[in-house]
């Protein structure tokens, strides 16, 4: 066994060496290709959730059904992919997502919902399409949906339950976890900014703050917490899934905003990460699990959710940490056909092996290639955008996988495909012009955000704000974020 390990990782870093291929080689040519093909698969997607799931959150892509969360639906892919299409484009399509969402949304019903998605799929959305298209419509939207949310924020701490009631205000479930409570301070603060209602930061960066406070002595935070004690219920420190996008909002606050205590909080945070997590191995950096308290490890777990903060470190400008992770990150990925969503570093095992159409990976080559213009990211990201649309396409759609060593398909294709996936594959591929990181953030669910930092205050209220304080020429809102302009789908 200890044999076929390390011939595994030899054969690991072979392969990742191949892929990377003679930098210089990876022509304009074979950029068109490959935004072409990425186009051309957004397109199959959406063609497939229009003639089986139209109306639906979601299309299951095998049985070819439409498939909500709840008792009612949200219009998920639609109002997630619409950015992406207008990046693309694809001006048909988002005229058809915007004409659904305007004729079926609405937030005034009886239902229980879990705070963190609807926020960073709808909340997001809503933001986004708003600031692209300059229909008020969607901000109106945003707006009624925010108010809604806000009583999850009623709890002895101030950090957020994790399910309310849209109606009703209820609330429910008070053992939560850093995501789930920090992640509000990009699509709370656009809300602010662009209503002039400063309650949404100001219950965002108290529920994020509540966290940061609780660290431990190393500055860490555990996985799971009482947001009516505020007492820790498991105190292992990860990168990925439950506590990922609270460091991730942190860092981008201070982008979209300037918010410096915002900033001074990650840098704490990241000093820590690098000091007591980050592990090297053969195959490349990883991020391990440790104590919050200790430091010590707990599993040397690594998956496609911790791909991410290659590209958080990209941003930051720690550009040669964050290319030694995405190196563990591009193994994870050949190693095993596409990522698993969790494997052990150490001794090259899966723990679970799905992959559900994760955009973390091709999200860290995008921002390295942005940052460093090294062309071995382009074919780290050839090589995974290949093999998800020709492993997990089928005649519908594209379809999660159950198993990446079997390639058992599952049978649902998340919103996230639309608007993460194939908008980070087509941003590594499309020409720098096509979107400028000085004017946008992402959000965690690559929404668009209008970068207006107000350096050393954070947020300040301005009083509510229309479209047409955002551009000089106002009938072409989109110039804002891409070289080519679109027009406004009226």
């Not at 089986?52 to 008792?71: C, E, R, T």
Request: hydrophobic fraction near 40%; glycine fraction near 6%; charged fraction near 25%.
């Amino acid at each position: 066994m200890h044999i076929f390990r390390v011939f595994s990782i030899a054969a690991g870093l072979v392969l990742l060496a191949s892929c990377a291929g003679p930098a210089q080689t990876f022509t304009t040519a074979q950029k068109t290709k490959q935004v072409e093909k990425i186009r051309l698969a957004c397109r199959h997607a959406w063609s497939g959730y229009k003639q089986y799931a139209w109306g639906y959150d979601a299309l299951k892509p095998i049985s070819k059904k439409g498939q909500n969360w709840y008792n009612v639906s949200f219009l998920m892919t639609p109002l997630d992919a619409f950015d992406t299409f207008i990046l693309m484009d694809m001006k048909k399509e988002a005229k058809e997502a915007q004409e659904l969402i305007r004729s079926k949304m609405n937030f005034d019903v009886d239902q229980e919902v879990q705070l963190f998605e609807i926020n960073i799929r709808l909340m997001g959305g809503l933001l986004s399409t708003f600031e692209l298209s300059g229909d008020k419509y969607f901000l109106d939207l945003a707006w009624d949906l925010g108010k809604r949310l806000l009583s999850a924020f009623n709890s002895p701490t101030g950090m957020p339950y994790r399910f309310v009631n849209l109606k009703t205000g209820k609330t429910r479930d008070n053992i939560s976890n850093p995501a789930e409570i920090g992640t509000y301070l990009l699509e709370f603060g656009k809300l602010t900014q662009l209503t002039g209602d400063s309650t949404f930061y100001t219950v965002a960066k108290k529920a994020a703050f509540e966290v940061y406070r609780r660290r431990s002595d190393i500055d860490l935070v555990g996985t799971l917490i009482d947001v009516n004690t505020g007492e820790w219920k498991n105190t292992e420190c990860q990168i990925g899934a439950r506590i990922d996008s609270y460091f991730e909002y942190l860092f981008k606050a201070w982008l979209l905003f300037g918010d410096k205590e915002c900033y001074q909080a990650w840098k704490t945070h990241n000093k820590a990460i690098k000091k007591y997590m980050l592990t090297r191995v053969p195959s490349g950096g990883y991020f391990t699990r440790v104590d919050m308290k200790s430091g010590k490890e707990t599993h040397p777990y690594y998956g496609a959710l911790d791909a991410f903060y290659a590209g958080i470190l990209a941003l930051s400008g720690d550009t040669i940490t964050a290319h030694n992770i995405q190196r563990g990150n591009f193994y994870m990925w050949t190693r095993f056909n596409l990522e698993p969503e969790e494997f052990n570093f150490r001794n090259d095992s899966i723990i679970y092996p799905n992959y559900p159409l994760r955009p973390e990976n091709l999200e860290s080559c995008f921002y390295l290639y942005r940052q460093t213009h090294n062309k071995e990211f382009l074919y780290m990201g050839q090589r995974m955008i290949d093999d998800i649309l020709d492993k997990c396409r089928t005649d519908a759609g594209y379809a999660e996988m159950k198993n990446v060593l079997t390639l058992e398909k599952e049978d649902a294709m998340e919103s996230f495909f639309l608007a993460e996936t194939l908008k980070y594959a087509y941003l590594l591929f499309a020409p720098e012009s096509k979107l400028d990181l000085k004017k946008v953030v992402f959000t965690t669910e690559a929404h668009a955000l209008r970068r207006t930092r107000d350096e050393g205050r954070g947020m300040k209220d301005e009083g509510r704000r229309t479209i047409d304080d955002f551009s000089e020429d106002k009938s072409r809102v989109s110039q804002l974020f891409f070289g080519t302009p679109v027009e406004i789908l009226q």
